[in-house]
Every structure is written in structure tokens, then in C-alpha cells.
């Protein structure tokens, strides 16, 4: 596929499909999984998110579950980087720390495993998609209170209507598609 052409911006935004009311009525979700299922697509994503996460010098990918470990794997594959991975409690199987984050309606967490985070290198955060950016925000909160850096959060899709992006803070951030 190295001389295949990448899929512009719009091909791969074509490639999403809308389900109305999943998971719940009144969300209309943004399904990647025929995106997925085109291998160009998934390689020019990977391309072009691995432009993007260069650019910030990152030492590592820290994945959020569960569609960011597809992204995660394949660009720490690519940009030849460790990866970690950052899961709802009780889903690492060795010692972890835990962060809190506010929901619309309650509180949710997210773990790491306790040795994930070198201290001093950067991270660059990893998701398919960024919305009220809750776990975004958990995930980079936990590479910092481990003493790493966050190098950038990078997401296939952005719902910028959501504002996720402030709760990010001055953290950099790299989308390839907005909604």
C-alpha cells in the first residue's frame, strides 16, 4: 500500500457512518466501523495522524479504550513508539492508577498500569474521537500525575460542537475530521 495515494480529508469523512439514537435517543453516533473496513482508509488515517503526532516529538501513545487502541496500535506500529493503554477500572490485569472525571450526569475513571509512564517523556494521547473530552482530559491528567509530559492529544473526529477541546486545556490538539 506504500504507493497507494492517501484518501483526502473528505473520502474518509464519507466513510463514517451516522446511526441516529445510539446509544441512547437524541445522540446520533459517529460509527467508524466502515472506515474500518476500507484498508486505504485505515492507512491514510494512520498517515496522516502520524504527521500530525511527529510534529510533537512524543516518546510514546497512550490509547484510550476502546476504538483508541485500533488508532493507538497501529500509529505506535508506525512512528515506531511504545504504547500504553489507558482502560475503564478493573480492566489491567497488573497494578494501576486511577482518575476521576465529571460526567454530564455523575463520574466516571479510567486506569493505567502503575509502570506505564516514563517520567520526563511525552505522550501523545490517542482516541478515535474527542466529544465533552472527559476521558481525554482523565487520560492526559493521569500521564501527568505519573511526572510524563503530554506531547499532544490527537483524534480521528472531533464533535466541535461538544467543546471538547476546552476541557483539554492549552494542551495541543491534533483532529483530522470535524463534525
Known sequence: ???????????LKAAIRDVPDFPRPGILF???????????AVHSVTELMAEKIERHGADGIVAIESRGFIFGAALAVRLDLPLQLVRKPGKL???????????????????????AIEPGLTYAVVDDL???GGTAAAAADLIEMRRGRVACCAFVIELGFLHGRERLGPRPIETLIEF
Do not use: F, N, W
Open 1 to 11: 500500500m506504500s504507493g497507494s495515494a492517501l484518501l483526502s480529508i473528505a473520502e
Open 130 to 132: 474527542i466529544a465533552t
Open 30 to 40: 459517529k460509527d467508524i466501523t466502515p472506515l474500518l473496513a476500507r484498508p486505504r
Open 93 to 115: 490485569p497488573y497494578k494501576t492508577v486511577a482518575m476521576s472525571y465529571q460526567l454530564e450526569y455523575g463520574r466516571d475513571q479510567v486506569e493505567i498500569h502503575v509502570d
